[in-house]
């Protein structure tokens, strides 16, 4: 079992869908939690960060995190064509300079 | 906000040839810089730490002789592929963390392409 499992996609949704990504892991050591958005040929944005279990919201985006099921999600309301990338999770043990695990990318489309 | 610039963009080199690519902290100095390494439709993968003024530790199953690792200052760290083969044509990308910041801020990316 990988310790970060995201679906690859692609996921494609009209403009103005809600869209849902999730991750799921198996370190129970990992703490931080990260979202970032990548498009074609570009280095990774950071979009969320959380620690530990709980929501954080910032404008059309929200991530969640449920370490107990060790499950984590980013919500993406009002969904535009420009939202259409690959959305990376990552996560790590600690706030300093730990290395990060990241899934393997879920490609989003947006259909206008 | 924290900004890390990558350069080149993109490289075409020939087979046996070396490439240096280079990653700089624009607005912060950065003690620790990460390197990664992408293909097509996976993940980033981690290649190595790089430490200000010390030897970059390598993940395993890296060959620190073929990715030579140089941070010679806290807003530059530089990596060289050496005699570089097709198979390491890859998109390369470094990564640092602002102090007191969240996440981390990552380059734009260079994409090697060996022939």
């Known amino acids: 079992q990988k310790e970060v499992e995201q679906d690859p996609g692609p996921l494609s949704v009209p403009e103005g869908a809600i869209v849902s990504l999730n991750c799921t892991y198996s370190n129970s050591a990992f703490q931080y939690f990260m979202w970032y958005r990548q498009y074609s040929r570009k280095g990774p944005e950071l979009l969320m960060y959380?620690?530990?279990?709980g929501n954080k919201e910032d404008g059309r985006f929200t991530a969640q995190v449920d370490k107990s099921s060790k499950y984590i999600s980013l919500f993406i309301r009002d969904s535009q064509p420009s939202d259409s990338a690959t959305y990376l999770c990552?996560?790590?043990?600690?706030?300093?300079?730990?290395?990060?695990?990241f899934g393997k990318g879920t490609m989003l489309l947006v259909s206008p | 906000g924290a900004v890390v610039s990558q350069h080149p963009s993109w490289v075409i080199c020939k087979s046996g040839t070396s490439v240096k690519i280079e990653c700089r902290s624009l607005d912060f100095q950065a003690t620790t810089m990460f390197w990664y390494r992408q293909f097509p439709k996976q993940s980033l993968m981690l290649m190595a730490t790089?430490?200000?003024?010390?030897?970059?530790?390598?993940e395993q199953g890296v060959e620190k002789d073929k990715f030579l690792i140089n941070h010679a200052s806290l807003t530059l760290s530089t990596l060289t592929v050496t005699s570089a083969h097709p198979e390491d044509s890859s998109f390369y990308i470094c990564?640092?963390?602002?102090?007191?910041?969240?996440?981390?801020?990552f380059g734009s990316g260079t994409r090697l392409t060996v022939v």
């Open positions: 990552a996560m790590s043990a600690g706030s300093g300079y730990s290395t990060l695990t």
């Open positions: 959380t620690y530990s279990s």
């Open positions: 790089s430490n200000e003024g010390s030897k970059a530790t390598y």
């Open positions: 990564s640092a963390r602002p102090s007191g910041g969240y996440g981390y801020t």
